[in-house]
Nanobody, 119 residues
Framework: QVQLVESGGGLVQPGGSLRLSCAAS????????MGWYRQAPGKQRELVAVALSGGSTNSADSVKGRFTISRDNAKNTVYLQMNSLKPEDTAVYYC?????????????WGQGTQVTVSS
């Protein structure tokens, strides 16, 4: 099993910044992708950004130029630096990891961290 521990959410004013972290631990042989999704009230969960094991990243058009995803492979940790936050960024943010452990390749989700952008 793999455990994901998220941190860094909170309340911030429009234009502000937050940094989310997600640390993976447990039965991990290797990690392929690490990413962030979000779900706003009444909406479907959507991809925010993903970081592949080779170093490449991809992000949703709505956050390009404002959010940056990075990962520290030595710490099995992924980060999401969010700048110039807007009210429409308000959502629960979920960490997502695709990794290989004793049970083979699995997808794991964090418990979610609330991000609220409001004045």
């Amino acid at each position: 099993q793999v455990q994901l521990v998220e941190s860094g959410g909170g309340l911030v004013q429009p234009g502000g910044s937050l940094r989310l972290s997600c640390a993976a631990s447990g039965s991990i042989f290797s990690i392929n992708t690490m990413g962030w999704y979000r779900q706003a009230p009444g909406k479907q969960r959507e991809l925010v950004a993903v970081a592949l094991s080779g170093g490449s990243t991809n992000s949703a058009d709505s956050v390009k130029g404002r959010f940056t995803i990075s990962r520290d492979n030595a710490k099995n940790t992924v980060y999401l630096q969010m700048n110039s936050l807007k009210p429409e960024d308000t959502a629960v943010y979920y960490c997502n990891v695709f990794s290989r452990g004793a049970e083979g390749w699995r997808t794991y989700w964090g418990q979610g961290t609330q991000v609220t952008v409001s004045s």
